[in-house]
Each structure stands twice: as structure tokens, then as C-alpha cells.
């Protein structure tokens, strides 16, 4: 059964940082690519920012230079820190085994202004 924890979210001013984690079980972890994405009211959920099983990262424009993705095989876990904050980050932030169907439960992060 695949398992996608979610956690770190929280409220954060703008211009602060969090860092998200992403615990995953019941998957071969190593060998597959991950990602963060992130759903703000009213909107459709978009991607983040992907981690190949290599380690390459990939970012969406709008977090490119603030956000940095990771991953630590070991621990079954990849991570999004998050920098230079800003309201339009606010979100419900969950990652997913990319291609796959499996969600965790997601985390809200809410940056004021």
C-alpha cells in the first residue's frame, strides 16, 4: 500500500522559509521520480517542482531561485525547502510519485503579507 506523509507546513511571514518533508512508504522509493505540487483556493493544483530518482531537479517558473527540491533514498523522503516566501504561495502543498495516482493528505502553507 503506498503511503505519502506530508508535514512542515505552517504560517510564515513574507520573506521567511519552511521546509517540507514528504515520507513515502510502499513503493520502490529509489527509483522513482517525485514531485511537489501545491493547490491555492479556487485554483487547479500545479506542479512545483520534480526530482528525478538521479537527483535532477526541476522547478516551475514562479519558485525558480526561492525553492530547492530533495530527496534522501535512505530515509524514503523528499523534501521542498522554501525561501524568500511570498502570499502567492499560499497553498495546500502535497507530493506525489510522479505519474502515479497516490496522494498524501497535503500540507497548508499560509505566507502573509
Known amino acids: 500500500q503506498v503511503r505519502l506523509v506530508e508535514s512542515g507546513g505552517g504560517l510564515v511571514q513574507a520573506g521567511g522559509s519552511l521546509r517540507l518533508s514528504c515520507a513515502a512508504s510502499?513503493?520502490?522509493?529509489?527509483?522513482?521520480?517525485m514531485g511537489w505540487f501545491r493547490q491555492a483556493p479556487g485554483k487547479q493544483r500545479e506542479v512545483v517542482a520534480t526530482i528525478t530518482s538521479g537527483g535532477g531537479p526541476g522547478y516551475a517558473g514562479s519558485v525558480k531561485g526561492r525553492f530547492t527540491i530533495s530527496r534522501d533514498n535512505a530515509k524514503k523522503t523528499v523534501y521542498l525547502q522554501m525561501n524568500s516566501l511570498k502570499p502567492e504561495d499560499t497553498a495546500v502543498y502535497y507530493c506525489?510519485?510522479?505519474?502515479?495516482?497516490?496522494w498524501g493528505q497535503g500540507t497548508q502553507v499560509t505566507v502573509s503579507s
Open positions: 506525489n510519485v510522479l505519474g502515479g495516482p497516490h
Open positions: 510502499g513503493i520502490s522509493f529509489s527509483i522513482n521520480a
